[in-house]
């Protein structure tokens, strides 16, 4: 198993930034890649980025990139998520997750971290 703790959210003005953080414990040998996604009021969880635990190639949903970076740090076995020029409409709660090699979809979740952008 594979625990994982979310920290960073808050309320941010319009244009602001915010770095959020995740927490990796357990059997973090096995995450193969670690995502970042986010649940707005009333609509579906929606993918953000992802990082490979290997290498570090990363992948971003378009409508995010050029403002938002994830990197990671294999040594605290943390995962990051930089968040500039905020939006209101990035207002969500924001959820880290884990893949292990060979899985199909995420197979850990973190409970959530709450951000708010106000205009």
């Known amino acids: 198993q594979v625990q994982l703790v979310e920290s960073g959210g808050g309320l941010v003005q319009a244009g602001g930034s915010l770095r959020l953080s995740c927490a990796a414990s357990?059997?973090?040998?096995?995450?193969?890649?670690m995502g970042w996604f986010r649940q707005a009021p009333g609509k579906e969880r929606e993918f953000l980025a992802h990082?490979?635990?290997?290498?570090?190639?990363?992948y971003y949903k378009d409508s995010v990139k050029g403002r938002f970076a994830i990197s990671r740090d294999n040594t605290k076995n943390m995962v990051y998520l930089q968040m500039n020029s905020l939006k209101p409409e990035d207002t969500a709660v924001y959820y880290c997750?884990?893949?292990?090699?060979?899985?199909?979809?995420?197979?850990?979740w973190g409970q959530g971290t709450q951000v708010t952008v106000s205009s």
């Open positions: 357990g059997r973090t040998f096995s995450i193969y890649a």
């Open positions: 997750a884990a893949k292990e090699a060979y899985s199909s979809d995420y197979d850990y």
């Open positions: 990082i490979l635990r290997t290498g570090g190639s990363t």
